[in-house]
């Protein structure tokens, strides 16, 4: 309800009225107080409700900022960033590029703005949504990618969840790809930082693309959302995102000095109050961190093994089992997936006999495995780098994944098998110099009968 104060001064003034005619602008007075009272309670309370925000030190971990940070809150275009992560997995494995053209349904073409507005009928390239996400945040483009990886949108979600899963998100359910509204797609402050640091650690050859500040779509240029680009110092992504219902959500990520901060923002009242209360905390946080912290948090594993290791390293008495050449990786809080699992005992059991194989007594023969990872293409990609890494030992030999669970996430597993002793050790010498974990096993020879 609205009081205009030039609607009842007139009223007032007029010497015509007697004192009852005065009695109904009073309560009109004592109306509109109430109403601006009443607003007044709950717009704070209102934002509140939607307020949550987390600031995170990437290399160890550290929290220095939290408010509601678990809570549950709707993640709008936030969603997008999952969109692309799911979109740049497809990319490494080799089951789209670039150039691939993904075509536009009736229910894309339908999606509600921001868009490109894309007519049913029509295709985009894959490097064209990428940026289209990232800078205009285009609904029917989120559409145009679920359905060309999952067939449906709804479908999609589904996968979304599963990934979010995976990465630890546990507080977060996904229902569509572009994060407009719906009941039940939740995040929190500290999933979506979760998030941001996963897709840097796992897509590092496209995550610059989070910096890209416009992008040309039919001869119309869209500018990124994410104005702490231009405006903050350091900053080299990530997304925007609005719904009424979650008001104005940002994640953003800054290096200064070696110092890498992740930033999540939900429940701006704008976009630029929100932007400035993001300046605030990162301003902050980066008070609150010393770079020669972070400095020694990232000493190369490589310098701690050339004092701990010999440079020729005798060869043992063989043991049957598990023999570790070095202790495995050092757990760092955060890290990635593949690293951190690489060498746990969980995955150092050996294969289960196949029916035509039976285990017969005498020599030993070896095997080294260099780490358990979640993505099929990350694991080929380490086979490779370890036969580049051990100086011709590991060649020859070709590498077998296999897909290991621990818990509910499934991983790929890497072990070069056939192998003498000396080879073995041999090779996980020269990859744990190098900084890459390592395990060699001693097995039983196997024949086929």
């Known amino acids: 309800m609205l009081c205009s104060v030039t609607t009842v001064l007139p009223m007032l003034v007029n010497r015509r009225h007697r004192f009852r005619s005065l009695v109904p602008v009073f309560r009109l007075f004592a109306i509109c107080l109430s109403c601006i009272a009443l607003l007044g309670a709950t717009a704070p309370q209102a934002l509140a409700a939607k307020y949550a925000a987390i600031v995170i030190e990437e290399t160890t971990g550290q929290v220095l900022f939290a408010r509601n940070a678990d809570k549950a809150r709707y993640p709008a275009s936030l969603t997008k960033i999952m969109t692309l992560y799911l979109l740049f997995e497809e990319l490494e494995s080799g089951r789209v590029s ?60 589904k996968r979304m969840t599963r990934k979010a899963r995976a990465l630890g998100m546990t507080r977060t359910t996904f229902r569509n790809a572009s994060g407009l509204p719906n009941r039940q797609q939740r995040s929190t402050a500290r999933d979506m930082a979760r998030l941001a640091i996963a897709i840097r650690r796992d897509f590092p050859q496209y995550f610059d693309l989070f910096s890209t500040t416009s992008f040309r ?42 110092v890498r901060l992740i930033g999540v923002v939900f429940g701006g009242r704008t976009g630029r109050t929100r932007d400035a209360h993001m300046v605030e905390i990162l301003d902050k946080s980066f008070k609150r961190v010393n770079p020669a912290d972070i400095r020694t948090q990232l000493t190369p594993v490589r310098a701690r093994a050339a004092t701990a290791l010999p440079k020729t390293l005798p060869v043992p008495p063989p043991v049957p089992g598990a023999l570790p050449v070095a202790p495995p990786p050092r757990r760092v809080k955060h890290a990635s997936i593949d690293v951190a699992l690489a060498g746990e005992s969980a995955y150092l059991e050996g294969l289960p006999p196949s029916p035509d194989v039976t285990l017969t007594a005498g020599p030993m023969q070896w095997s080294v495995q260099i780490g358990s ?77």
Not at 131 to 141: E, G, H, M, P
Not at 224 to 248: C, M, P, Q, R, V
Request: proline letters at 3%; charged letters at 25%; hydrophobic letters at 40%.
């Open 217 to 258: 779509w039919k001869g119309q240029r869209f500018n990124n959302h994410n104005k702490l680009l231009t405006k903050y110092s350091g900053t080299d992504g990530i997304k925007t995102g609005y719904i009424n219902a979650s008001g104005f959500n940002l994640v953003a990520t800054v290096e200064r000095a070696g």
């Open 98 to 157: 670039m150039s691939t053209r993904m075509p536009v349904s009736r229910v894309a073409a339908s999606r509600s703005p921001s868009k490109l507005y894309l007519r049913k009928g029509q295709s985009i390239s894959v490097k064209d949504a990428i940026f289209a996400l990232i800078t205009k945040s285009a609904n029917d483009v989120a559409t145009v990618v679920s359905e060309q990886l999952s067939g449906t949108e709804r479908e999609f979600g």
């Open 373 to 449: 990872f979640a993505k099929r293409a990350n694991a080929h990609k380490a086979a490779a780098q370890a036969r580049r890494a051990t100086d011709g030992v590991l060649a020859a030999t070709p590498a077998r994944l296999t897909m290991v669970t621990r818990g509910s996430i499934p991983l790929w597993r890497v072990r070069f098998h056939n192998l003498d002793e000396t080879q073995a050790r041999s090779a996980c010498a020269a990859l744990f110099a190098k900084g890459r974990p390592c395990m060699a096993i001693a097995e039983e020879k196997r024949q086929s009968g």
